[in-house]
């Protein structure tokens, strides 16, 4: 999937302090954020805005829009600015607990299968970098009782960074070798840009999009430190793989901002 020009500046997000002491209860199925939930919420990347004009000129009209998997609610608040009321959903209470505040945005804490709509209410449903953690077939059941006739469904993710080949293939290494065992269960669909989700749609074929930020090294290690592998490995470990990371490419990366870029994997349509 080719990468569209949507350049954005970001304000480097605050660097985290990763000790790996004290031992915490594993997070409920499908929860791997809920430890550094105030972290998460800074250092992501923000959607392109011209996603959203496409998903809402896709929905039968703009009155519901149910986001499931909110996080922090970073694709909640945007779809606002289209949709009279968003109601968005999570997991995780402590995502919810650090997520934007908007007067059309509803965030509660329930599962990709517990949406608080009525039936055939919903015009469009959406999970942001989270479907591959759900189970698809009681998310899909949920999203066919939810949604109006012709209602969209639409799911998308990201991958690795695009950068500079020399910072890409260490950026590559330190995923596949180094915390790849740490990676729970669910993100090989995100290997797979998606392609493998068993989602029954009728398909829409949606545009080139992509996610473009400004950063330092210093905020790009921010984000990596967010990964769920990154934070199971200090669980696991006791030590933060980082620091080691950002000397290993602080020679490559230079002492400015770089452009960082991440191709976004969709898929829409509307159910059968």
Same mark, same amino acid.
């Not at 908007?102 to 989270?130: G, I, W």
């Given at each position: 999937?080719?990468?569209?020009?949507?350049?954005?500046?970001?304000?480097? %997000?605050?660097?985290?302090?990763?000790?790996? *002491?004290?031992?915490?209860?594993?997070?409920?199925?499908?929860?791997?954020?809920? /430890?550094?939930?105030?972290?998460?919420?800074?250092?992501?990347?923000? @959607? %392109?805005?011209?996603? &959203?004009?496409?998903?809402?000129?896709?929905?039968?009209?703009? /009155?519901? =829009?149910?986001?499931?998997?909110?996080?922090?609610?970073?694709?909640?608040?945007?779809?606002?600015?289209?949709?009279?009321?968003?109601?968005?959903?999570?997991?995780?209470?402590?995502?919810?607990? *650090?997520?934007?505040?908007?007067?059309?945005?509803? &965030?509660?804490?329930?599962?990709?299968?517990?949406?608080?709509?009525?039936?055939?209410?919903?015009? $469009?449903?959406?999970?942001?970098?989270?479907?591959?953690?759900? /189970?698809? +077939?009681?998310? +899909?059941? *949920?999203?066919?009782?939810?949604?109006?006739?012709?209602? =969209? +469904?639409?799911?998308?993710? @990201?991958?690795?960074?695009?950068?500079?080949?020399?910072?890409?293939?260490?950026?590559?290494?330190? @995923?596949?070798?180094?915390?790849?065992?740490?990676?729970?269960?669910?993100?090989?669909?995100?290997?797979?840009?998606?392609?493998? #989700?068993?989602?029954?749609?009728?398909?829409?074929?949606?545009? %080139?999009?992509?996610?473009?930020?400004?950063?330092? #090294?210093?905020?790009?290690?921010? @984000?990596?430190?967010?990964?769920?592998?990154?934070?199971?490995?200090?669980?696991?470990?006791? *030590?933060?793989?980082?620091?080691?990371?950002?000397?290993? $490419?602080?020679?490559?990366?230079?002492?400015? %901002?770089?452009? +960082?870029?991440?191709?976004?994997?969709?898929?829409?349509?509307?159910?059968?």
């Amino acid at each position: 999937m080719s990468e569209l020009p949507f350049p954005q500046t970001a304000s480097p %997000p605050d660097p985290l302090s990763l000790s790996g *002491e004290g031992e915490k209860e594993e997070p409920v199925s499908g929860d791997h954020f809920s /430890d550094h939930a105030a972290d998460y919420a800074k250092a992501r990347p923000a @959607y %392109p805005p011209e996603l &959203y004009q496409w998903l809402a000129g896709l929905a039968p009209a703009r /009155d519901v =829009v149910w986001d499931a998997g909110c996080g922090s609610g970073q694709a909640s608040v945007a779809l606002a600015e289209h949709f009279i009321r968003v109601v968005a959903t999570d997991i995780s209470p402590q995502q919810i607990a *650090e997520a934007k505040l908007h007067d059309r945005v509803e &965030y509660s804490a329930h599962d990709e299968a517990t949406c608080p709509l009525e039936p055939a209410s919903c015009d $469009l449903v959406t999970a942001a970098q989270a479907a591959h953690w759900f /189970d698809l +077939v009681a998310f +899909v059941a *949920e999203c066919r009782r939810v949604l109006k006739p012709r209602g =969209v +469904v639409a799911i998308w993710g @990201y991958g690795l960074t695009k950068l500079a080949t020399e910072i890409d293939v260490e950026v590559q290494r330190f @995923y596949t070798d180094e915390v790849g065992p740490f990676w729970p269960s669910g993100r090989e669909h995100l290997d797979d840009e998606y392609r493998d #989700l068993e989602l029954k749609l009728e398909p829409i074929d949606p545009p %080139p999009f992509a996610m473009t930020v400004t950063w330092d #090294l210093a905020a790009f290690a921010t @984000y990596l430190s967010t990964w769920s592998a990154v934070q199971r490995y200090i669980k696991a470990k006791g *030590e933060d793989p980082i620091p080691p990371l950002v000397e290993r $490419l602080s020679p490559v990366w230079g002492p400015g %901002p770089r452009v +960082v870029s991440w191709p976004l994997y969709l898929r829409v349509g509307r159910l059968p």
